[in-house]
């Protein structure tokens, strides 16, 4: 069974730390990883996806993936109040099929 | 582009009742996906289309549940009867044929 694991959390730091998120995915045959935020009552709304094993750069987020480990990260800099939420990671095999998603990591980002 | 529409927002119903839940993709997207969200199993697949063509329905829980697509801009997820268990909060998303999917407000769904 295709499986995606988060650490439920919830993780907290403080404002002005950096937040790192971690997530495993169990199918080899993922090609694309996502990191969408949740906000309480809200949609899933993507922030991130990364294809290729290395870092990726989008303002304060950076994703990190490495396939031989089967692992993807997600580090927020400068972490705001704002970015307190639930942070779901989500694999794909193909482009325009179903997403397995993690249960997600509660981040708390206390001012 | 108004995203992804979903009706209603909240659903309160009681046991045996039918509920149909309503989806409208972003125009020109090609592939629509129903989701779950429960806090015990998460946000899981049930059924979605490509092309208003069902590809995969392997998460659809049980034969109360049926998810239709007459057309490209317009999809509908029935459940009947209804169950407590039922209870969820369902999301419907598009894409253009990529890896991004783009979520719906979702319906919070209700079942007494």
């Known amino acids: 069974q295709k499986e995606v694991e988060q650490n439920s959390g919830p993780l907290s730091v403080p404002e002005g730390a950096i937040a790192s998120l971690n997530c495993t995915y169990s199918?080899?045959?993922?090609?694309?990883f996502f990191w969408y935020r949740q906000y309480s009552g809200k949609s899933p709304e993507l922030i991130m996806f990364?294809?290729?094993?290395g870092d990726k750069e989008d303002g304060r987020f950076t994703a990190q993936l490495n396939k031989a480990s089967q692992y993807v990260s997600l580090l927020i800099r400068d972490s705001q109040p704002s970015d307190s939420a639930t942070y779901l990671c989500a694999v794909s095999r193909q482009a325009g099929t179903a997403l397995i998603f993690g249960k997600g990591t509660t981040l708390s980002v206390s001012s | 582009d108004a995203g992804v529409i979903q009706s209603p927002r909240h659903e309160v119903t009681e046991m045996g009742q039918e509920v149909t839940l309503r989806c409208k993709p972003i125009s020109g997207h090609n592939s629509l996906f129903w989701y779950r969200q429960t806090m015990m199993r998460g946000l899981e697949l049930l059924i979605y289309?490509?092309?208003?063509?069902?590809?995969?329905d392997s998460g659809m829980p049980e034969d109360r549940f049926s998810a239709k697509m007459p057309n490209a801009s317009f999809s509908t997820l029935k459940i009947q009867p209804s169950e407590p268990r039922d209870s969820a909060v369902y999301f419907c998303?598009?894409?253009?044929?990529?890896?991004?999917?783009?979520f719906g407000p979702g319906t919070r769904l209700t079942v007494t």
């Open positions: 998303a598009s894409t253009p044929g990529g890896y991004e999917q783009y």
């Open positions: 289309f490509n092309n208003n063509v069902p590809i995969d």
């Open positions: 199918d080899r045959g993922s090609q694309s």
């Open positions: 990364i294809y290729s094993n």
